[in-house]
């Protein structure tokens, strides 16, 4: 279970989660990416969740991707339309790859063709991602291509925000009722749009996140807008 050291009772949570210390090496600067790919991972035998489909793996993969690129403001999507605002490389390959696909004048008519490559891409990338996190020392590879996390680790954003492991950070929003960042409402909303929470969570757990989920999702205009665009894109390339 994604959550599986979570307990029911609300001080037993917040004892688990209150982790004082943090990095401030920049080396430690995680991507919404890299955060994703850690979600997906199942702890236990070091590989993609079994419980997810290869296709919910490719879109979570394929709209983090498009995320961090918001994040970093080298894109803008209203109305359904994405633009961007600054083609400057970001220093993660995986994401100035996807920034080059949009063309110089990404509109709206492009869209589709970016998300078919993103996740046609997304295995790839999601082997490189595995790749970085290695290199981090925030995961150990294994023989079988299995990945296992190192232990507690705490991270920094890419605007020096220090922040706990995203596990621990979740449960604290979900159920402790943790006020969440913009990066934390665009993660929850992306994974919950591809089942990963009612997949992975007990279902007495999943009773009490999921109206914090759907608050959430309400005001994550952001993340709503990249899972649509992702969603509607593979849609029309499985017709």
């Known amino acids: 279970m994604i959550f599986n050291e979570i307990k029911h009772d609300k001080e037993t949570n917040l004892r688990m989660i209150a982790d004082a210390d943090s990095l401030s090496d920049k080396s430690f600067m995680i991507t919404i ?7 997906i991972l199942h702890y236990d035998n070091g590989c993609a969740n079994y419980h997810l489909s290869p296709r919910s793996v490719r879109g979570m993969i394929a709209g983090a991707i498009m995320l961090d690129l918001c994040e970093q ?9 994405l633009f961007i605002i600054n083609p400057a490389t970001t220093g993660y390959p995986f994401l100035d790859r996807a920034l ?9 008519h492009d869209v589709n063709d970016w998300v078919d490559r993103l996740f046609a891409g997304a295995d790839a990338i999601q082997q490189e991602l595995s790749d970085l996190l ?9 023989s079988g291509g299995r990945y296992f996390v190192m232990g507690r680790h705490h991270f920094t954003s890419g605007d020096g925000v220090h922040f706990r492991d995203i596990r621990r950070r979740i449960a604290g929003i979900l159920l402790c009722e943790e006020t969440p960042s913009t990066r934390d409402m665009m993660i929850i909303n992306l994974t919950s749009v591809y089942g990963l929470w009612n997949d992975l969570v007990d279902d007495s757990v999943m009773d009490v996140m999921t109206p914090r989920i759907e608050d959430i999702a309400r005001v994550d205009r952001t ?9 509607e894109g593979l849609q029309l390339s499985a017709e």
């Open 33 to 39: 990416s890299e955060e994703v790919l850690l979600l």
């Open 73 to 81: 403001n080298r894109i803008r999507i209203d109305n359904g339309n």
């Open 100 to 108: 080059s696909w949009t063309g110089k004048n990404a509109i709206r």
């Open 134 to 142: 290695v290199e981090r020392g925030i995961l150990v590879h294994r």
């Open 223 to 231: 993340g709503r807008a990249v899972t649509d665009l992702i969603q």
